[in-house]
């Protein structure tokens, strides 16, 4: 369905803030319909390459880490409106997921430099560990398939 045809994408930054509750989907549409030839879009749930934060509620991230994904669904508004006028939609998904696997954990956003910790790494490894016996790589990497990227899966279905 790509071939021939040429998209556009862009980052938005994540998590739970003002940029994403004042985020205005309709007029990102309107300005990418004023370019000749995009056949579709992609745009990231997570915020670019951090996987510790979201453009889209999550039920279990929410509760654990409140400020790594708002309460808005902006990916959901943005997927529909760029449908409903006729573009496909890609969602990337950063695969280091919100245990910081590529960046590491002084990239969290809530990385606290005097006592080296990021409470919602921590928090990520302490939920995998209590449900799947281990906290090790493959089992984040697991986890973060079957517990993340499911969810939004399920949600956004033939929208993505």
């Not at 071939?3 to 004042?22: F, H, Q, T, V």
């Amino acid at each position: 369905w790509m071939s021939g045809k040429w998209g556009i994408g862009w980052r938005i930054a994540a998590g739970d803030n003002n940029l994403i509750k004042n985020y205005n989907a309709e007029t990102l549409v309107e300005q990418i319909d004023g370019i000749p030839g995009v056949g579709y879009v992609l745009f990231g749930l997570s915020a670019g390459a951090k996987g510790d934060r979201y453009i889209a509620p999550h039920s279990v991230l929410k509760e654990m880490n409140p400020k790594s994904c708002p309460d808005r669904d902006l990916f959901g508004e943005l997927a529909t409106a760029f449908q409903d006028a006729g573009y496909k939609v890609l969602a990337y998904m950063a695969t280091e997921g919100p245990a910081k696997l590529k960046h590491g954990v002084q990239d969290a956003y809530d990385w606290d430099p005097e006592t080296e910790t990021a409470p919602s790494v921590d928090n990520w490894k302490s939920y995998v560990k209590d449900r799947y016996g281990s906290d090790d790589e493959a089992t984040l990497k697991r986890a973060y398939a079957e517990v993340i990227v499911k969810e939004y899966a399920e949600r956004y279905g033939s929208k993505i």
